[in-house]
């Protein structure tokens, strides 16, 4: 498990998260069903979202030596505002 903590969104729509779902599949990253992990290049993430609460929390679990696990948050961090928009 990383020592990177999980990054939590509130007021996620579901409209929203198939958004978040499409980009990732774009990027080639097999994002399905409401939580999950997957990896792609060396990088792992998990996710877990929460209809009800409208809630995603997204989780960098691995990273290669060469990619910081703060660059990963920084990307997810503009994913999610992106979608958000």
Not at 3 to 13: D, E, L
Not at 22 to 32: E, F, M, T, V, W
Request: one cysteine or more; proline letters at 5%; aromatic letters at 8%.
């Amino acid at each position: 498990m990383s020592k990177n903590p999980p990054q939590v969104f509130s007021g996620i729509s579901a409209d929203q998260f198939a958004k978040l779902i499409d980009k990732a599949r774009a990027a080639g990253i097999d994002i399905s069903g409401n939580s999950g992990s997957a990896s792609k290049f060396g990088v792992e993430i998990s996710w877990n979202y929460e209809p009800e609460m409208k809630e995603l929390t997204l989780h960098c679990l691995h990273t290669p030596f060469f990619v910081s696990a703060a660059d990963v948050n920084t990307r997810i961090q503009a994913l999610v505002k992106e979608s958000l928009a």
